[in-house]
């Protein structure tokens, strides 16, 4: 067997997220424009059977964790598909999907009948009025009946995702927190990055973790806890007493975990990107296409993975939208 993948720092790569679409049924204010956004003609994006055997072929070098992500994945026609054909390569130990949970609800039983261990939910409102405002659009979508229907079809443990943005919707934090006094769920309180063309919201809607976790105290005393037992996240994570769930907070704003990153990403129409700022990516679908073996593409990537990404980056627009890179 090859030697396992590792970046010239040594960082050894388990964890790939993988996008695969980068069309949405949401216009999340954070993350696309309202309009103008161009698609990937269909011909470029990457088919299931090319994303599995870009993992077969990973999974041999110390691949372990997959993250089906997108755009919206779960408006990729019939993604389950993708879920069992994942499934069924040997080694991959861990298979998450991040959703906007606008379809959950209908998709979840689908999806763990065909593998899938379990989703991340992006919640920035339990307010039906604030949330169809965030995500531009009214899906009826309710952050509560998803983690319950994702839960009831054994998609476990269930991850809750907030973009904390301040005078947009920093005052439900407590209430998003509570939720896991009686829920064995995880919310996560994600710091905005106020990335690329959005303008509408700038570093002043950024609400540094420590503000999160001092508004929380308000709640009840937390304490440091482990974490969810399954998780490849850079959170941190905190239980109020007796609570069954936990908090967490992602701070790429005020901390980066460049020191311990351990991912990389697959576009839509198969690049592999090894940092999510910056342009660091290697074109695995012509390779792929043309029947040539993938490692010696892999390990030019991860040669050139960055030591750590530039925040500056941010702040010159570097980045256009997270939709399309896969968060
Ligand atoms: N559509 C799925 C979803 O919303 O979960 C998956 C893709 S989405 C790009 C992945 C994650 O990135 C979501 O949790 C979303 O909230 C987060 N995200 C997108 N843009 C962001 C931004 N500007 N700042 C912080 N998080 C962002
Ligand atoms: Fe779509 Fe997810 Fe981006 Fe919202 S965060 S626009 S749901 S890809």
């Known amino acids: ?20 679409t980068d069309r949405c049924n949401f216009r999340c204010v ?16 990457l ?18 964790r997959l993250r089906i992500t997108g755009g919206e994945p779960t408006i990729r026609p019939n993604v389950e598909r993708l879920v069992a054909l994942l499934r069924a390569v040997p080694d991959i130990e861990d298979i998450a999907l991040s959703t906007n949970g606008a379809r959950l609800e209908a998709l979840a039983p689908t999806l763990r009948a065909a593998g899938l261990d379990r989703v991340n939910i992006s919640a920035d409102s339990l307010r039906p009025d604030r949330i169809a405002a965030i995500a531009r659009r009214d899906l009826g979508f309710d952050p509560v009946r998803a983690a319950l229907a994702a839960e009831r079809a054994g998609l476990a443990p269930v991850k809750l995702n907030m973009v904390v943005m301040r005078g947009v919707n920093d005052d439900e934090v407590a209430d998003f927190a509570r939720l896991t006094v009686d829920h064995p769920w995880h919310v996560r309180f994600i710091e905005l990055m106020p990335v690329g063309e959005m303008r509408e919201l700038t570093f002043d809607h950024v609400v540094p ?18 974490g969810p037992a399954r998780g490849n996240g850079p959170a941190a994570y905190y239980a109020f007493p007796g609570a ?52 010696a593409h892999f390990r030019r ?17 570097g980045l256009r939208a997270l939709s399309q890179v896969g968060g």
């Open 1 to 20: 067997m090859s030697e396992a993948l590792r970046d010239q720092f040594g960082r050894s790569i388990e964890y790939l997220r993988i996008s695969v």
């Open 244 to 295: 069954s769930g936990s908090v967490g907070v992602i701070t790429p704003m005020t901390h980066t975990y460049c020191g311990s990153c351990n991912r990389v990403r697959l576009t839509a129409d198969g690049r592999l990107r090894t940092c999510l700022f910056g342009d660091h990516e290697v074109d695995l679908r012509t390779p792929l296409r043309a029947g040539q073996p993938l490692e």
């Open 47 to 64: 088919s299931y059977e090319e994303i599995a055997e870009t993992v077969r072929q990973l999974a041999p070098l110390g691949l372990r």
């Open 301 to 317: 990537a991860l040669a050139e993975k960055p030591r750590e990404h530039a925040l500056l980056q941010l702040r010159v627009g």
């Open 209 to 226: 973790s420590d503000e999160i976790l001092a508004r929380l105290g308000a709640v009840g005393a937390l304490s440091p806890v482990a």
């Open 30 to 45: 954070y993350c696309m424009p309202a309009a103008g956004l161009e698609w990937l003609p269909k011909a470029e994006i």
